[in-house]
């Protein structure tokens, strides 16, 4: 099943446990993925902390994930 409508498509699929930087505000530094609901993403970032983005707005650059073995 794909996304509800009215929701725009990713061109990455951004999850819990990733790791990401945001395109624009790099002094940010590396942040973890907390949730992702809809095109809400809660990220934890190194030098600026807990910020919810909008990922219909802002491409966040996967730099990467956890994995399960």
């Known amino acids: 099943m ?6 725009p498509t990713f ?6 446990g990733q790791w ?3 395109p624009e505000h790099r002094d940010w530094g590396m ?3 907390q949730s992702a609901v809809g095109t ?6 190194e030098h600026r902390g ?5 990922a219909a707005l802002v491409d966040l650059q996967i730099q990467y994930q956890i994995t399960s073995r």
């Open 31 to 33: 942040g973890q993925v």
């Open 11 to 16: 061109r990455t699929s951004i999850e819990p």
């Open 50 to 54: 807990k910020v919810l983005i909008n």
């Open 2 to 7: 794909g996304q509800p409508a009215g929701l």
């Open 20 to 22: 990401v930087m945001h």
């Open 40 to 45: 809400r993403v809660t990220v934890n970032f």
